[in-house]
């Protein structure tokens, strides 16, 4: 991906070189009719923190306003928050947008039922394409203007995919860890995969799909908590194309307490392996795809960098990798535990420059999520208990109200139930006696990197990572 990634920064070839674009212009006589009808979908579930801002920003996309239809779907559980979402989407009706309240009498399929039911509307049937922006994402006005016009003109293309930007990436340390990490994953793999194989996975929001082309791939389907991945890989194996335009970004928030994150992780890394487990014997014997593109979506989509990934970090850096300085007799060569290693590193963070002083930090932390992401995938590969959680990334709002936040502190409590993590603490006890065996008895100088990791095992295990904030 490395030298992909560069053959494209050095060469240049843009979204426009390689894919027919052209600005769409006004038909005096056809008037609007040129121009395709777009669905708006923006899926939500009591989100009272951040429904106003995607709806406004929504609501303030630059389109003929016959040939936009904004759909509200409301999953929401509390009466309060859907009585608060309803009543916006009546103060925008108000204004001449074309807008829809959608609800359900249930949630299944959580997000991906939502979607579903939401493309079932008699209305739904004269739109082209379909924007999906989840809540907290606020994109230009522009944004049809930039992405339509690649589907209008290209009808292999299915997926129009944007890239993301954190409004409150500077909250506190773990947003600007997951800054790093996504920045790697939108400036490398994203971009990779569109210019190679025309192939990435979808990111579940921020992107515009051809209808025909989700239609002909299944629909949405909930048989695993990656909906988004599912439906793009069933699209890819039918023929379509994915385009992903770095340059066109949608603002939107992190999650910036520790258990928030925990819970989208688990999501994303149990899925992804469930997914494979389930979809690999299709993919191996589907026809319509080339043998190189299935030995890239099984071995370096899924298999490299969704299972190996995950578990490799954990089991050699912090298993294998001590347990050495407790058997001597095992060496593991300087080009295995470090070279390789920092060239992977330094070539992942690449994406945020401006976050290169954090670099040690951030091994440290993902060394820490590793093990996280290690169970998850293990439950998605063996479809063990927990495989289908569905727990909505909790947002709040903070970046947007900057100054509501500076004047109400929020209140923070010890809860021993939520914040100290008993498997974090033991394996940063495991990491600390590894370390003073190998100051007193070893011969490999590890003691440095396994203190310092056992610190951040600790740091994670008694929650001292992100905002608290108390239910109470």
């Known amino acids: 991906m490395g030298i992909v990634i560069s053959f494209v920064k050095l060469f240049g070839r843009k979204p426009e070189k390689r894919y027919k674009w052209e600005p769409m212009k006004d038909d005096i006589e056809l008037g609007n009719s040129v121009y395709p009808m777009v669905l708006i979908q923006i899926p939500m579930y009591n989100e009272k923190e951040v429904y106003q801002l995607s709806i ?14 904004i759909q509200v779907l409301d999953d929401s559980t509390d009466p309060i928050i859907k009585d608060l979402v309803e009543m916006e989407c009546q103060r925008w009706a108000s204004k001449g947008i074309n807008i829809k309240y959608e609800i359900r009498d249930n949630r299944n399929g ?10 079932k509307r008699s209305y739904v049937k004269q739109c082209d394409f379909v924007a999906i922006f989840d809540a907290d994402f606020q994109p230009e006005p522009d944004f049809l203007w930039r992405t339509v016009p690649f589907l209008l003109h290209n009808p292999n293309i299915a997926l129009v995919q944007a890239r993301w930007k954190f409004v409150n990436a500077n ?3 773990l947003t600007r860890m997951q800054e790093m990490s996504l ?35 299944g629909g949405w389907k909930d048989r695993t908590t990656v909906e988004d991945m599912d439906l793009a890989v069933r699209a890819s194996l039918k023929g379509w194309k994915f385009l992903y335009l770095g340059d066109l970004k949608v603002k939107n928030e992190l999650p910036s307490s520790l258990k928030a994150y925990r819970y989208q992780q688990h999501r994303w890394s149990c899925g992804p392996a469930n997914l494979l487990r389930k979809m690999i014997m299709e993919i191996i014997t589907n026809k319509k795809v080339s043998a190189w593109k299935k030995v890239h979506v099984i071995y370096s989509f899924f298999f490299v ?32 535990s470090v070279y390789i290693p920092s060239i992977i590193t330094l070539l ?23 093990m996280h992401r290690t169970k998850g995938t293990i439950i998605g590969l063996l479809e063990a208990s927990r495989v289908n959680e569905w727990i909505v990334t909790e947002k709040l709002g903070d970046a947007s ?33 590894c370390g003073i065996y190998d100051i007193f008895f070893g011969k490999n100088q590890y003691f440095i990197f396994l203190f310092l990791q056992a610190i951040a095992f600790c740091i994670v295990g008694f929650g001292f990572v992100g905002t608290h904030v108390s239910s109470f």
């Open 56 to 69: 406004g920003a929504a609501c303030g996309l630059s389109w003929p306003s016959d040939r936009i239809i």
């Open 110 to 119: 959580y997000k991906a039922g939502a979607l579903k039911e939401g493309l």
């Open 171 to 173: 909250e506190c340390f």
């Open 183 to 217: 920045d790697y994953h939108f400036t490398v793999e994203q971009e990779v995969g569109s210019s190679t194989y025309a192939f990435f996975g979808f990111n579940g929001t921020a992107g515009v799909w051809r209808i025909a082309a989700l239609n002909e791939a």
């Open 305 to 336: 960098r969704k299972v190996v990934a995950h578990i490799n970090t954990f089991v050699f850096y912090c298993l294998v990798l001590p347990a050495t300085v407790l058997v001597p007799e095992v060496e593991v060569p300087k080009w295995g």
């Open 348 to 370: 992942n963070a690449v994406g945020t420059p401006r976050s290169l002083h954090l670099l040690v930090y951030w091994i440290l932390f993902e060394n820490v999520m590793a």
């Open 401 to 433: 109200k900057p100054k509501l936040a500076a004047k109400t502190p929020k209140k923070t409590r010890f809860w021993i139930g939520e914040r100290v993590l008993m498997w974090e603490l033991g394996v940063g006890a495991y990491l600390f006696i």
